[in-house]
């Protein structure tokens, strides 16, 4: 578990993408990047994952432990990355596949109940819900048991209830790790993080927060006002960009 | 009509759809029969000439299946190396390319020059001509990994040879299995053409052979079992893949 810190312009090929960068990020607790969509959000995701792509940081991304980042890093991306012609288990084991090391098929069934998908650990993605296929995605980020992990809009494609239930689930089985949120909902922000940044080109902007432990209860009074206030700026934001 | 909706039962009804209005075609215009023989006139020549087609049929079927094995394989294992090898890829993609634009049924007659008559070149020739649509297909469909799981490959630190295996061979099947399909419609007329070319043994042979001597209804007998041939090929493939998704 290593904290990081990310700081400079990041660009994409020879456009700037975001300027200033300055992302402090804890270890062990929950770092989110809100912003809106083509902010360069995604690319962020890609640089500290390690990802083949023309991004790259002018400054530097260092971690607390000074160990280099490749292959500490997990990553949950929006469309799971799933193979559309494995099962649960498959899906769950292919980075040891991959790896060439054995796979572990007790404990990827083990972590499918855990991620609430017992008996269903021989469905292909197909015969999944959309929640569900996240659910097999978070299990194999489990199983990788990576110190840092980057969840990429892990949730957008859900529905509401859904998202609520399966941020519950990510924030209880992810305590304890590094984690990267990458996402343009407020309130999955406000609920999930213990450090919160707003993104534009500009560089980025530290939120201030509610109280109290995550994932945080929606219901809750400061949540909802803090909620309130921020789609307040950000609307106020696309509306002077407009 | 609800038994209508089997496909075997439809494609039957529509085989004796068509075979009637043959026959009533030939009644009604009194066509000689070595111009146009009646279906049951057919009939009749497959019943009576069972065993000469049966002997051909096996040199042709023998033929057809070798070749398509030898094609199928030779186009698996192109494909596979120049998905592995950048520089496979560089030197062998422009012959592939320059080697497509040539008709291969056009070489018929310099590999039955070079290979005789006897079977060899007949599998030559079905190898050749199903080698360049199974290795295009495959090969167009090991490169096509999703972005996806390109970025999977790369986050778990996959080798390329394991790459390969696990994500783009699977990721392929589909693929092959389209060129499949076409080297199915290909394989038949290849091995007829190179019996047409030179032979003394097959199917295409013995039509060649029985249209020379106005034996129509012999031809059209041999020509009922290479369909039946390539339909049982059809069938075979179907077969095969209907499980997968």
Redesign the interface.
Known sequence: MTSLDVRGDLWIGDAALIRNLALEIPARRWSCLLGPSGVGKSTIARLVAGLPGTQHLRGRLQTGDGVPLTGRVALLAQSGQLMPWADAVQNVTIGARLRGARPDRSRARALLEQVGLAGLAHRRPSELSGGQRQRVALARVLIEDAPVVVLDEPFSALDTATRLAMQDLAAKLLKGRTVILITHDPLEALRLSDRAWLLGPDGSEMLSLPDGFTPRDFRAPALLAAQAALLARLTGKVACAG | MRWLNAAPLRALLALAVALSIWQVVVWLTDVPHFILPSPIRVGEALWVNAALLAEHARFTATNLLVGMAAGVALGVATALNLALSPVARLMLRPMLIFAQAVPVFALAPILTLWLGYGGTSKIVIVMLVIYFPVTSAFFDGLMRLPA????????????PL??LF??QV??A?PALISGLRLAIVYAPFAVIIGEWVGSSRGLGYLMLMSNGRGQTDLMFAALSVLAAMSLLLFATLEKLVSP??
């Open positions: 996806p799981l390109v970025d999977l490959a790369h986050q778990m630190r996959a080798t394991r790459r696990l994500l699977p990721n099947l997968a998704p």
